[in-house]
């Protein structure tokens, strides 16, 4: 069974670091794009970055480029998004997703078929 557990949310003050994972368990994560999405009140979901499953291809929200890194390890069958510079416009309950593609990734949330439960990112002073 395709499973997807996001941690590592939690209160943050502005400016402040994150890094989230995606952990993935009931299938070869090798052969998956992941994206990283948002979601805060009143808000449609976002796609904030994603990666191809080869890890050749990643894109990024304009809003996330220079702060946000997305990273992947296959042998631990795990996808980090490394946040930095958190600001309060951040806040928001963060999801992983897949979808079966090596070479690309999308950042609109159509575009994916198995999504985590989220975790909550919270940034305030």
């Known amino acids: 069974q395709l499973q997807l557990v996001e941690s590592g949310g939690g209160l943050v003050k502005p400016g402040g670091s994150l890094r989230l994972s995606c952990a993935a368990s009931?299938?070869?994560?090798?052969?998956?794009?992941i994206g990283w999405f948002r979601q805060a009140p009143g808000n449609s979901r976002e796609g904030v970055s994603c990666?191809?499953?080869?890890?050749?291809?990643?894109n990024y929200v304009d809003s996330a480029k220079g702060r946000f890194t997305i990273s992947r390890d296959n042998a631990k069958k795990t996808v980090y998004l490394q946040m930095n510079t958190l600001k309060p416009e951040d806040t928001a309950v963060y999801y992983c997703a897949v979808h079966r593609a090596t070479g690309v990734c999308e950042l609109g949330p159509a575009w994916y078929d198995y999504w985590g439960q989220g975790t909550q990112v919270t940034v305030s002073s």
């Open positions: 990666i191809s499953g080869s890890g050749s291809s990643t």
């Open positions: 009931g299938f070869t994560l090798d052969y998956y794009a």
